[in-house]
């Protein structure tokens, strides 16, 4: 869990998701969309639109915006065209990656996401090719710059946490999808919840050397800006150093 504790940091020091805010509200609105039409446009009913619907919450987007995505999602303005999308893959040094979107043209997002791989040094696998590598887990990450960590962690686990992961002013707790928003209720008034989502987490991951390791984060980078891509997951691991030069380069 590691090397997805690392790129999260990475990502979050970078200010993602203020830079490209626009895309941040698109994908949020897709996500809601979906869900909505898979399992109805209830948030009581439906646990993906509860998450989904309070991601976008904890992001600031306009709670209209949420209201008409899961009309939407629903049917109630017309058939919503997405379809989700899963697509497997290896970086460099054979580090595995799973990408998820959502898209009203498989053939394009496809096509984009091959092309992606290609520049940096990565290709396409078959169905199930890594799948098999990685778990549905909860991920909640936490700012503990003003709270104390070993006080957030019991509450967790008593929760029914599985794991946890201190990192610098923040906590990554690992949860059961099942057990994720009981978890969150219980944390919540006492620290700030940055993100809750259902992730896909590696059994296992490569350490990567600082060259393979900056190629392989421009690779899911990269994924990650395309407009149909949701999610994008993968096992590779790398030093602290690395971390604290990436740090420095985006202070």
Known sequence: MSGHSKWA??????GVADTRR????????????VAARQGGGNPDTNFRLRLAVQKARDSNMPLDNID?????????LGPASLSELTIEGYGPKGVAVIVKAFT???NRTISEIRNVFSKHGGSLSESGGVAWLFENKGVITLDTKSTDPDEI????????ADDISEGKDYLEIYTTPQTIENV??????KARVISAEVSLL???T?????????????LLDHLEELDDVQWVFSNMDFADSITEKLREQSA
Not at 153 to 160: R, T
Not at 184 to 189: G, L
């Open 104 to 106: 009203d043209n498989k």
């Open 68 to 76: 008409r995505a899961i009309k939407k999602g629903s049917g109630e």
């Open 9 to 14: 940091q990475i990502k979050r020091q970078k």
């Open 153 to 160: 962690s019991l509450l967790a686990i008593d929760a029914g």
């Open 206 to 218: 490569i350490m990567l050397e600082e060259k393979e390791a900056l190629q392989t984060l421009k």
């Open 184 to 189: 969150r209720k219980a944390i919540e008034k």
């Open 202 to 204: 590696p059994s296992r």
């Open 22 to 33: 626009g895309q941040l509200f698109t994908k949020l609105t897709r996500e809601i969309i």
